[in-house]
């Protein structure tokens, strides 16, 4: 894994989970406010791995900024997806220079 991702993930006291029997890409779990279980499926390729691991933290790093609940309503949760989109492509750029 890329020195930089674990350094972020430490910056967002994630801890990463591989596991190889998930349905979709990978998940984040918040534990508190400063912490966190990132999940990831681990038949993935290692650029998907990075991918999936970056847009998570993307939510670690952002979804408190937004008002509204993930789960309760559409609005909300297409912006912290977006959020958590942007951090990772701007991340994945840096790292695939």
Same mark, same amino acid.
């Given at each position: 894994?890329?020195?930089?991702? %674990?350094?972020? /993930?430490?910056? !967002?006291?994630? #801890?990463?989970? !591989? ?8 998940? +984040?779990?918040?534990?508190? $406010? #400063? @912490?966190?279980?990132? =999940? =990831?499926? $681990?038949? /993935? #390729?290692? &650029? ?7 847009? &998570? /933290?993307?939510? @670690?790093?952002?979804?408190? %900024?937004? =008002?509204? $609940? !993930?789960? +309760?309503? /559409?609005?909300?949760? @297409?912006?912290?997806? @977006? ?12 790292? #695939? %220079?």
């Amino acid at each position: 894994m890329n020195i930089c991702i %674990k350094d972020l /993930l430490r910056k !967002y006291n994630a #801890t990463l989970v !591989y596991n190889d029997d998930l349905h979709k890409k990978g998940f +984040n779990i918040p534990i508190n $406010s #400063t @912490s966190n279980i990132i =999940v =990831v499926n $681990s038949d /993935l #390729t290692d &650029e998907e791995i990075e991918q999936v691991i970056l847009h &998570e /933290l993307g939510h @670690s790093a952002n979804d408190d %900024k937004v =008002v509204g $609940s !993930y789960n +309760n309503n /559409l609005v909300p949760r @297409s912006k912290m997806e @977006s959020k958590a989109n942007d951090f990772m492509l701007i991340r994945y750029m840096i790292l #695939t %220079k």
